[in-house]
């Protein structure tokens, strides 16, 4: 596995007056450089979870969608890395946005249910709420933003 | 007498049953110093604790000898020390309780200078015979090491006389040994032994297989570890036992073998470093038989690792094998191993180069290389037996790509023949010499730019080599020839930044064909006129100050670029502003890079009264109307560079000032070119002509610039000129110049009542400008004080804080109260023209946390009394100061400043608002308790700024925002929904940099 380089910073970046669409890179960088894997201490990008081509982004019309691959094909924390997904993207992005994520098809062998579950919104809501399971996600999240 | 051994019996009384222990050690030893007993008096008085039936009172007894002993083992006689070495060893057959305190006390006695011949051998004797070292506690079994040591150092001549039988005896105590501290101090016993020529015996193999049980050293320190091991140390102190002898090399080549198949990254590249460390040590013999297998764990390594130190290891190790081999005198009836590693090295990799497009090319190329950099021979056979093909390839394959590869690997043979013993042979490359050149020569004049920057590399690279392009004299030509075609055509900026080193670091060696050849050319190129582009002017310029590195050359090419601005001055070669000042940027870089040899001084002598001439010359035309290029301040501004990197180094830069000054006060033109100036100029003088008055700069740069030791001529009279000209000119670029010119002078000028007086009616000067509110120059004034006050403050003068005082009064003035603000950012700056050290200034360390301290009172004093309306000037100029400081002594300051701070951020100026909050950030990471009762205040206005119409205001405040997150929860809590609604709307700000650094904020939060 290897990390994709850092974007390259351009002097378009640094102009106050051009406005720079979101693109799929932009989400790629939001997912790829602070969600860990549950079971591993490697990042989603270092082990193909998250890939660059899956993800899109259309910035008109306010739709972002990701598509995960889990490492195995019957990996118990799909649900998990979905949700911290979602949740990371919901942090992350303008309230404008409508966020989908699912699993790359064919990857993973409980792919409806767990899709199903991510699209719900009402289960995503309410498993915010709770506690413990709020808790776990913010693990993923966090450490590793800590030691970036 | 009968007090003192009542008192003795008294005190050993009380050790023995424990009442005292520190206390009785050290007035025993107090006394025995002291003259007032004998050791022999001491133990004497231990007689019967000594020969007690209690394993526990023996060893108590032994314990207070032990402990005196350490203490004053300097004092005793050799009779003594006989005796007592008797004595311990005695001991060391005693109950294992007492044994610890034997040792203490045997360790004392070795370090004593009088140890008796002998001795030294019978210690140890004992010592391995009737004691199990590994079955000592850690304590111990140190002691029992560091007396090994103590032994080595002062016996060493009777330890070697005890033969295979110390190895022995030491192996024995080692086996085992677990301790890092103690293995530290074993391996350093095992290094002496392996070093200093002990006798081995039989038991070199004991001796490898006790120390090599722990390679590779896998360690890693407990955290907040006491002892400072790193596993550093332990594996550099076990490599130098390792390699230490050839008679290793049996048994330690299998072991690098096995440990190269480990999976553990830090193993390997341990094997690797072992690996090149002993071959540097071992001769041919010792690593003949290993060589197929060492190579094919090599080769694998190189081949197949993901890491680049290991690659890096590996190709070190093959290197110093390779030397290693070469090295040896070889017999005539023993096969040359060079030979049969070299067959072995290039028939698995030459195939390889074979196959540019494959990635093995690459590995393959760099083993050959390092064996070919290794030594003379292995380079001749290496290069007979790649070269060829790789140059037949090259001929062949048509691709860009793969020709590009190839002439990549070609540089990497090119280069390392010229760290070989130069000079030694001819060059290995000079069978090839024909075929290679005809390569890059072919190279170059191909289209593709990736080829022909790879093909200069290489031509720079045969370039280095003595005899290689320069044998015939059309070679070098040849390049010459290519490159200048490359100058003038080649538009990609990549290719002609290439061009321009190559040309650079082949005119170091061959100027002669730089002045014959690419000289003339570029010149008739830059003076063909408006045929060609403006960018091929450029690199012609470009091209002439790289190449400009050898005298000879300078004295080439700085005529040309003369000629230019002379005609740009006239008006006949239509040259724009920017070409005149990219020439002067490319005359100052050939003066950086001039060494300072009498020639080139001598170039230089002569350009600077050219430059003045032409500026003199466009003065005077500019006040009768014809307008010239070098009138502009931009020209003037990129003349004044050339004139101080100059003047900085020159030997001559005496008489060059000495005459510059004698211009600009007596109008004395003699110096000058083509004298066709009128007789009395007047250029210090503010009157009329501003053309005139602005070329102060250029005295600026040549007399500023001056090292400390060449004196300034007629001083007075120059410094009351520029102090004239600054205060009544009305021009900025002529008193903004004046002033700085003044202030160097003054900032060089020897300390003393002179210098004093001479500040004293200065600031009378000024001060009358300035008070005077209808005054005209009062800006002149005030930029006179502020470099002023800078020169001085940067030495440390005690009349600047009367300069300084003045300027924080001007902050609330009306009209300067911001000019003057701004002005604090100058003075904590370092300026690139003047006062700098480059300029030989006196700049004293340290002088902007000095500044700050002295003054930071002030201006919160000054804050506070202002009205409403000045107190942003305070603020601004509090933020240009803090800026500026060294980010530690920011940290301990900030907190006393907090309130004036937090008060910044409502300040409306966007430069105010981005330092402030760049100063808060990096306290806010380690929030002190001050600003947590401010975190209300703090989070409201920091929140504001993210709006704020400027990217980087927005982007401060929001890293600032995320550092708050890391305060304690509790103190956070409350704050949490509001500021994440607050966020939500920097999201979807229109630039991406802010979107980031908002997503990371508010996922912090």
Known sequence: ?148 | MAADSALLLGLVEEFVLGQQDRKAVDTATGKLKAGQFTILQLVEALGLHLTSSQPQTRGRGVQLLSNVLQECYGDLTEREVEVLIVFYENRLKDHYVITPHVIQGLKALTKCSVLPPGSAVSILKSLFQDIHVQSLMLAERSCVYNILIQLMESRESELKGLGADFVFGFVQSVDGERDPRNLLLAFHIARKIVHEGYDLGKFTEELFEVTSCYFPIDFSPPANDPHGITQEELVLALRVVLTGTPRFAEFLLPLIIEKLDSDVQSAKLDSLQTLTACASVYEQKDLAQFLPGLWASLRREVFQTASERVESAGLAAVGTLTACLSRSVLNSDSEDSLNVFLELVLKDCQHHLCEPDLKLVWPSAKLLQATSTASYRASHRVAAAVLPSLIEQYNSRTQCAQRRTLLEVLQGFVHPVTSSEEGKYESVLLDFRQSLCSIVFSALSESNADLQITSMRVLTALGQQTDLLSSPQSDVELAVDHLTRLILEEGDPKVSLAVVECAGSLARLHPAAFISKMVPRLKEEIFSGGLRSKAVRQRCVAALAAVSSRPSLVQESTPVLLQVLTSAHTGTGAFSLEEVISVCHSLQKIAEQAQDTEETGGVFHDVIPRLLGLALQAALQGSSGHCSPILEETVLSAMVPIISTTCARLQLAGQTASRAVSLFLDGDVSFLPENAFPAQIQLLKAGDSRSQSQMVCLLMGCVCWLPRTVEVPQMDRLLLELLELSCTCDHPLSYTSAAKCYAGLVNKSPAGEALDSLIDRTLKRISTELDSASSPVRTQAFTLLLWVSKALLLRYHPLSTALTDKLFSLLSDPELGWLAADGFSLLMSDSPDVLNRGSHADVRMMYRQRFFTENSAKLVEGFNAAVQEKKSGYLKALSHIVNNLPRQVQLTELPALLPLLLEALLCPDQGVQVSTLSCLQPVLLDPPSALITQLEVLVGRTLALTTSPTMKVRIASLRCIHALSRFPEHEIMPFRARVLRALAAPLDDHKRVVRSEAAVARNEW
Do not use: W, Y
Request: aromatic share 4%.
């Open chain 1, 1 to 148: 596995f290897f990390n994709e380089q850092a974007r390259l910073q351009t002097t378009e970046d640094e102009d106050e007056d051009v406005a720079d669409p979101i693109d799929d890179r932009e989400i790629f960088d939001i997912l790829s450089v602070s969600i860990n894997d549950p079971e591993h201490p490697l990042s989603l990008e270092e082990l193909n979870v998250v890939e660059q081509v899956r993800v899109r982004v259309d910035d008109q019309e306010n739709t972002v969608g990701v598509e995960f691959t889990p490492t195995i094909p019957h990996c118990s924390m799909a649900t998990l890395i979905g949700l911290s997904i979602k949740v990371k993207l919901l942090r992350s992005l303008p309230e404008r946005f409508k966020i989908d994520v699912h699993i790359t098809p064919g990857t993973h062998t409980s792919e409806d249910a767990v899709n199903k579950q991510l699209a719900d919104k009402e289960r995503v809501a309410a498993a915010l709420e709770n506690s413990q399971l709020l808790e776990v996600v913010n693990q993923c999240l966090i450490s590793n933003a800590r030691t970036s």
